[in-house]
């Protein structure tokens, strides 16, 4: 059997832990067996990014809006402990902080959903997505401790050298500062983005934010939302039977728990970031979520969106088998060849993608299932609980039969 030809290469960020070892593991059994695999490789893995000083990080940033369409696997983001385990000379920044900075727009994410694992949350039929603004808020603050007393202000000098001033406290006492900023041209983009996803998926589109607390800083962000709606989007989503509305993040956790599902909920930086952990937890398990970054100038990246499962790493170092769900890393590259497929006009590339993920599906439907899932399917289903290169080589299994 002749291999499928790519024409433009994918942009591969490779990554740490047990993602790591799925990563390789995937492209061994899935991929390039079928795909005459061309890839820009960057190693995002965290000794990589330490002996580049984290340069390859911004390299791959910027392969990745010169080519249009990367594949991520999941990559550490050091904190203290990790600074002592890697020896690091930098507590280095989130690869992906550094990639949404460079591409700008959004990330959606959605579940995948299979017959035999229900969600938690009984009346969800259907999936829900979760669109992230992926550009500043908390993820691009500066912040600093304050260690005894003292006045914080917030200061901005105009371009004529006028200061604008603002008491933010009069510390009396030790405490912690963090100044956030967001910048039009980016909550535009990220308005525009999620009103077109929800026109391509035919889905509503509901945004929340706290613009009753944050009376400037949220609220720029509703009237954005409301003033690009009404201009652009309210016509054709009118016309398709789609709505959009804002309401509170209080009250759309309310209404979301409440729903059936079928929409996208498009929340700010910080806010996707917590809920779309809460979305696939309790659609089944963060490992069956997907997750894609659009920017606004047509450029994708995919990924999965859990971490790098460090419990199963050390395990996986002991020498023991793992049970790690491969399947939202494995949707993460058929997401991509996909589109690669899409832009350069292979058809059979775009196949390929569906094929692999109907045998996923079909695996899953089978009862072939890691351990996580296992625990998590309806009483009465017949499941066999596998490792993950087990899992991996029946879904191969399932490629080559043709039923
Ligand atoms: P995590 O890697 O998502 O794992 C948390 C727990 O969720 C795991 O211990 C495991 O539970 C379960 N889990 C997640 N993915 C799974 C899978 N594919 N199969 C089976 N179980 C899975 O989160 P974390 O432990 O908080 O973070 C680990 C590292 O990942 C951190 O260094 C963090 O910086 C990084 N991270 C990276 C990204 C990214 O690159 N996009 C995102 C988040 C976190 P059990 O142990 O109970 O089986
Ligand atoms: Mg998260």
Redesign the pocket.
Known sequence: MSKIQMKTPLVEMD???M?RILWQQIKDELILPFVDLKTEYYDLGLPERERTKDAVTMEAALANKKYGVAV?C????P?KQ?VEEYNLSEMWK???GTIRAVLDGTVFRAPILIDSVKPAVRNWKKPITIARHAYGDVYKASEFRIEGEGKAELVFTDKAGKEHRQTIYDFECPGVLQGQYNKDTSIRAFAHSCFKYAIDTKQSLWFSTKDTISKQYDQTFKLIFEEIYNECYKETFEQMGIEYFYTLIDDAVARVIRSEGGFIWACKNYDGDVMSDMVSTAFG???MMTSVLVSPDGNYEY??????????YYRYLKGEVT???????IFAWTGALRKRGELDELPELVAFADKLEKACIDTLNDGIM???LAGLVEEGTKVTSVNSVEFLKAIRAHMSCEC
């Open positions: 990554g740490d832990e993602t991520k999941a990559t550490i983001t904190n990790r989130s690869p992906n398990s963060l490992a990924e999965a969106a859990h971490g790098t499962v460090t419990r199963h049970s790690t769900n491969p399947m939202a890393t890691t351990k996580d």
